[in-house]
């Protein structure tokens, strides 16, 4: 039973429009929310986070949306660049007594096409 | 300002075979963890360690055993490989309390035939 989901498995947008990836999650008891970003045969990259107590948190071109009432958050990616083109994993994270406890969503792979 | 190193980047194995992955990081964290990552599954925790020391099980721990030798550290054992180990591994670590923020390696391709 996956906690956290991402229903999109590839997606593609054009240079320069906006790319919005989604995510759900099923445990209310996550504090924090993380993208990574994750080009072929490299590790994944920590990319941004939002606490559960915020609904926005922006980054130069990403910006993240948090609606906790629908357990549901996404990335907002603007203007979309070739160079973003990559896998994305969604991740929700509790603290579990001595280690944050990181749940992974399956990915989305983003193609932007010059 | 290597971060987080792993060996090695690709193995072969047969079936009953055994190895080990290691993973170091030169960041002082105290946490570290391997993963494995799966197509349609995301990445899943194998094991952790919180801290020098400890060790524990994540979400799919069985054939698998691990060693934090110390807190720059922390490998993978497989005892008698299986092809359903067949994945690519990730080492990462972390601080404490670090909101999920997690530091990985480049990745480890093992094929079990």
């Known amino acids: 039973d996956q906690q956290v989901k991402q229903n999109s498995p590839s997606l593609s947008v054009q240079e320069g429009r906006i790319s919005i990836l989604n995510c759900d999650y099923t445990n209310s008891m996550f504090d924090y929310f993380l993208w990574y970003k994750k080009y072929p045969a490299e590790g994944p990259t920590f990319l941004i986070s939002?606490?559960?107590?915020?609904d926005k948190n922006e980054d130069g071109r990403f910006t993240v949306f948090l609606n906790k009432s629908a357990k549901h958050l996404s990335l907002h990616i603007v203007p979309s660049q070739p160079g973003d083109s990559a896998v994305y994993f969604c991740?929700?994270?509790?603290?579990?007594?001595?280690?944050?406890?990181?749940?992974f969503g399956p990915g989305t792979s983003l193609s932007v096409i010059p | 300002n290597a971060g987080v190193t792993q060996t090695p980047k690709f193995q072969v194995l047969k079936t009953g075979q055994s190895m080990t992955l290691q993973c170091a990081q030169d960041?002082?964290?105290?946490?570290m963890y391997w993963y494995r990552q799966d197509p349609g599954m995301g990445l899943r925790l194998i094991y952790y360690s919180a801290s020098e020391g400890t060790t524990d099980k994540g979400e799919v721990p069985n054939g698998y055993n691990v060693s934090r030798l110390n807190k720059r550290e922390f490998s993978l054992r497989l005892e008698s490989a299986a092809p359903s180990q067949t994945s690519v591994y990730f080492c990462a670590s972390s601080v404490i309390r670090g909101g999920g923020e997690l530091f990985f390696g480049e990745g480890s391709r093992l094929t079990v035939l």
């Open positions: 991740a929700a994270s509790a603290w579990e007594t001595s280690y944050d406890k990181v749940i």
């Open positions: 939002i606490s559960s107590i915020k």
């Open positions: 960041m002082n964290h105290n946490s």
